[in-house]
């Protein structure tokens, strides 16, 4: 299967496949009525919705930076049946399949540590033992986000899986950070809250173009109005916020607004009022 793109300047981003699954339709929409969100996606008999995990590959002519990691291969049995595991964590298919390895990439940005974006930090190998999946890149955590992995509250305790975060403690490639940093020139991390406590988005800039990924701020293309937000927000109010003030803010400048849960649109554009514009792929 080719591999969706989208350049940027002189950078290009890959969606990769991290795994399909089912949530519930409520689940994905909070106080949304359902009657509202069914015109925007069609859900099964049981009301579940599929979803991609789709990876952000970043290439920058000097380095490969990977946005969260998506379901990994560590889920058991009961667990693929649980999530409705549709298409298997391909990462490293996908990786070969651009001329790329494991050990090619540098950076691994984690918009958050819930199970479908950090998976894939630690995969099992052919023997299922565990590995870190990027053994060369340096993992940038929010230092809000990394306090919650060490003492998860009693809600995040099913979501952020020790066996997940482990090797990146004894192996001293994690790095911590506060707020707002450049991770390389043209990339940056912006502390967002809202569905997490430590929750960050990515900003990829290159020749003037610009674009962002707030992560589970914004998940897939039918949550462009502020209000429609998802229950497992921590923060709901704090998402609507900051939802309102990003697509100001990046709109304002024509940037592209990239998916990881979208199974058909993997980046779209937005008006003043939040209407959508354009759509990577575009719409037929
Ligand atoms: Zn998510």
Known sequence: MTIPSLSIGDFKIFWLNGGNFKLDGG??????????????????????????N????????????????????KLTAKQLKIFQVSTPWSL????????????????????????DHAGGIVMHDLEGNEQLTFPNATHYVQQKEWEDVEQPC??????????????????????????DIEVVSGIRLRHTGGHT?????IEI?????????????FPTHAHNNPLWIM??????????????EYFKQYSRNNSWFTFYHDPDIKACKLDEHNGITHTWPAAE
């Open 27 to 52: 689940t994905m929409f909070g106080a949304v009525p359902k009657v509202l969100w069914e015109r925007r996606c069609v859900a099964d008999a049981a009301n579940r919705l599929a979803f991609c």
């Open 154 to 179: 009693r809600r995040a305790q099913s979501t952020y899986w020790p066996e997940n975060f482990n090797l990146l403690k004894q192996q001293g490639i994690l790095k911590i950070v506060v707020g």
């Open 54 to 73: 789709d990876v952000l590959l970043v290439r920058t002519p000097e380095k490969n930076i990977i946005i969260d990691t998506g379901l990994g291969n």
């Open 92 to 115: 490293i298919d996908d990786l070969a399949q651009l001329g790329l390895t494991q050990q090619d990439i540098d950076f691994v940005l984690l918009t958050h540590c819930d199970f």
């Open 231 to 244: 229950a497992y927000d921590n923060f709901p109010l704090e998402v609507i916020d900051r939802k309102e």
């Open 205 to 217: 800039n290159s020749q003037g173009e610009t674009a962002v990924h707030l992560g589970d701020l």
């Open 197 to 201: 406590r430590g929750h960050q988005l």
